[in-house]
């Protein structure tokens, strides 16, 4: 008799069933079970049919689960007269958790069959789609341990859940018209059908709606419509930042963006990320309103994932042939907090709308919309959250147990045990203090879902965050040791684990802002590092950021610093002459003033110019319009090495004489990259290192990052980059875990 211990994602993907009618197949006897960190299966019978028997489990697996190690063991034989699938019984070990799975493509046909008994059900799912993360209490997964255990099933259901036959055998969140969750509208008196179908008169006819999705609620408006568009910008306040479109299917995004091989995968995976897509210039669907994403030329790109979106695009009802084919589907949540999840909370925070499509089935985790771009054709994650988190990242370490509280912006944190490193799904800015009461809350309940205790904790150095207060109160509880992280270490610690690299990197960091050893801002910083240590070798050159808070969102402040004259400042019309004095007088005095070496504040400086963007109203609207503005250049230019200070005084220069603002922008990204390109080069010479690290959010510029790569490539060095964690702030709770388990 054989045990084998399966591990990997075999949970909640209909793995035993899998395994009972291979089993029948081959003539096995035995059983399997779930043992919470595993699937354990004791199988007898001849050599042959045991051979075919794991070959099968090996290559036919089922197409959600992932068989990440088997462990086989020879035990005696027993009296087996069958096979059986026993109950789950709970042992520790490593857990992977599945992520939220999108609607697959048999229940969305069954959704729309007036004959299927889950006719237009909005909660339709099976063994191999549906919630998972965001509805797990414990492990194993089981009904009983998730938001499902409110809801007993009728018949039909419990005879699809324990038939090993069927689609749903063991599909834990199962339910039918006649049992389960429901939808309704908050505040009106209609439940079902009823309520998909008021709102959707309500989208057809511009108004607002907010719905709740898997991870939490979003808020919906024709994308087409652009007073719709601009409410629902008044009343979240947020006058310009891109808002991302759902669309009705494949054939409504190729109508209004240009979608490549790769995209599309990506697109419609069973992830069903938002993907940054290139906008037409001239489509041919129903126009999105320039107010969705002015000003850039992308467009956050998504489909249908829920059986709930695909019944407010597709009810079969009078709307049927003039329902918008787009969306504006933006997370639900108040300025500055973390997505929206209960009613009371919706009915408080969305009382502009015209209607709060709810429903019963409780979120216990949150989870935003992953977002993608794509960099040299391959995926480049901007958020990483529903669909991806917490699948972990494997990095040969030690054993200890971390916990890692990520940093400030884009938060999100790690759990890591036995080589795993879990990322959670995306908690958001951590500077309001409810955000870091649902970032206290996660992280209790991923301990516990994934049971992990942290032995030791890790944190940014920097010592204002309220993620060093919260990992030092941790520390303290848990009486537990805390080490602190220089944030662009950590970057390009996060860069190392995700391309599995364990040796020696000369790393690149680039980004906004992030503590320096020193104490001032850091941002543009070139190291020797390994997982255990760094050590500053270059950095840009330093100026001065004056203005505190201002500084970071008015790239014009911090290029009077370099300008440093008033008169070509006005020629500029940088800024009223109030705010000119009075930043020159900061300057002039050494008011507020801190040493910076911030890449991401330069690229501010220098869209500020060129008048692109002198003050940005979300954080990064410079740097992506600035892109979008080099991007419609193809000018060649001589490489040249420069510092950035001199890069910022030949822009300027150029644009005092009237060229073309596009073309400076581009010439920027090659200047930038070829600074680059040349110190890691000279690096490379003194360390003898030929491996180099790019991270830092400033990577997120797709023209940056492969600029930069091409010329350390021409260089004949390797380049690490990202590609599912992202290179923003959202990924440093991986490098925190991954120095912390060094130690
Ligand atoms: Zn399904
Ligand atoms: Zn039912
Ligand atoms: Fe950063």
């Not at 089935?361 to 988190?389: C, E, H, Q, T, W």
């Not at 960091?509 to 104490?519: L, N, P, S």
């Amino acid at each position: 008799m054989l045990n084998i211990k399966i591990f990997g994602i075999v949970q909640g993907v209909g793995f035993r069933p899998f395994v009972k009618n291979l089993a029948d197949a081959h003539k096995i006897f035995g059983s399997v079970s779930n043992r919470g960190s595993y699937v354990e299966i004791f199988a007898q019978s001849s050599d042959d049919d045991l051979k075919n028997f794991l070959d099968d489990i090996n290559h036919k697996n089922p197409p959600r689960s992932t068989i990440l190690k088997v462990d086989i063991n020879s035990l005696p034989d027993k009296n087996f007269s069958d096979f059986q699938i026993i109950e789950s019984i709970h042992e520790s070990g490593d857990i992977f958790v599945s992520p939220d799975i999108a609607i697959c493509d048999k229940c969305a046909e069954e959704l729309f069959d007036p004959n299927n008994r889950r006719y237009l059900h909005p909660f339709i799912n099976c063994t191999a789609c549906g919630a998972r993360l965001t509805i797990m209490k414990n492990m194993p997964y089981d009904r009983e341990r998730t938001s499902m255990n409110e809801f007993p099933m009728c018949d039909a259901c419990a005879e699809e859940y324990f038939n090993p036959n069927s689609r749903r055998y063991d599909a834990q969140p199962i339910c039918c018209n006649d049992c389960g969750c429901e939808v309704y509208l908050l505040g009106k008196n209609l439940r079902g059908h009823d309520a998909i179908k008021f709102t959707r008169k309500i989208l057809a006819d511009g108004g607002i709606a907010a719905i709740k999705g898997i991870g939490g609620f979003h808020l919906a408006c024709d994308a087409s419509n652009f007073d719709a568009v601009q409410r629902i910008r008044d009343s979240k306040t947020r006058p310009t930042k891109p808002f991302a479109v759902m669309f009705k299917d494949i054939a409504a995004v190729e109508r209004e963006c240009y979608l490549s091989d790769v995209e599309k995968t990506f697109l419609d995976s069973s992830q069903k990320p938002i993907v940054l897509l290139g906008i037409r210039e001239q489509g041919t669907g129903n126009r999105i309103a320039r107010n969705v994403a002015p000003n850039i030329n992308k467009l956050g790109v998504m489909l249908p994932y829920t059986p709930l979106h695909m019944l407010i695009f597709n009810f079969p009802d009078s709307l049927i042939l003039y329902f918008p084919t787009s969306l504006v589907l933006t997370s639900g949540n108040p300025s500055g907090v973390p997505i929206t999840i209960d009613d009371d909370d919706a009915a408080k925070n969305f009382n502009f709308c015209d209607a709060i499509l709810s429903h019963n089935r409780k979120i216990l985790l949150r989870a935003d919309d992953s977002v993608m771009d794509f960099i040299d054709n391959r995926p480049s994650m901007i958020r990483r959250s529903r669909g991806y988190a917490p699948l972990p990242v494997f990095y040969e370490s030690n054993k200890k147990s971390v916990l890692a509280v990520g940093g400030e912006l884009k938060n999100t944190f790690c759990l890591a045990k036995n080589n795993l490193l879990y990322a959670s799904p995306y908690i958001g800015d951590v500077g309001d203090l409810r955000t870091v009461e649902v970032l206290k809350n996660s992280i209790h309940r991923m301990s516990d879902l994934l049971e992990i205790k942290p032995e030791i904790t890790a944190c940014d150095l920097h010592p204002r965050y309220q993620t060093t207060a919260l990992a030092e109160k941790i520390s303290s509880e848990l009486q537990i040791p805390l080490i602190k992280i220089q944030h662009h270490y950590a970057h390009i610690l996060s860069c190392m684990a995700e391309n599995n690299f364990h040796g020696e990197v000369i790393g690149a960091a680039f980004d906004g802002t992030g503590y320096g050893d020193d104490g001032t801002i850091w941002g543009g910083e070139f190291f020797i590092c390994d997982s255990k240590s760094y050590e500053r070798v270059a950095h840009i050159k330093k100026f001065i950021q004056a203005g505190g808070d201002k500084s970071a969102r008015e790239g014009w402040r911090i290029a009077l610093a370099f300008i440093k004259n008033l008169d070509i400042a006005r020629e500029l019309n940088l800024a009223d002459e109030n705010n000119l004095r009075g930043q020159k007088f900061l300057l002039d005095k050494n008011i507020n003033c801190v040493t910076s070496t911030s890449v991401g504040r330069i690229f501010d400086a220098v869209a500020a110019i060129l008048g692109i963007c002198k003050v940005s109203t979300y954080e990064g609207e410079a740097a992506m319009r600035f892109q979008a503005c080099a991007e419609r250049s193809n000018k060649k230019f001589r490489a040249e090495f420069m510092n950035t200070e001199e890069i910022f005084t030949e822009i300027l220069n150029r644009r005092l004489i009237g060229e073309n603002v596009n073309d400076l922008a581009r010439l920027f990204h090659e200047r930038l990259a070829e600074m680059t390109a040349q110190i890691c080069e000279e690096l490379s010479f003194k360390y003898k290192i030929k491996t180099v690290a790019l991270s830092g959010g400033v990577f997120q510029n797709s023209l940056l990052s492969s600029l930069t790569n091409d010329k350390l490539q021409r260089r004949g060095l390797k380049v690490l980059r990202h590609e599912l964690i992202p290179p923003n702030d959202g990924g440093i709770c991986i490098g925190q875990a991954v120095n912390a388990l060094q130690n």
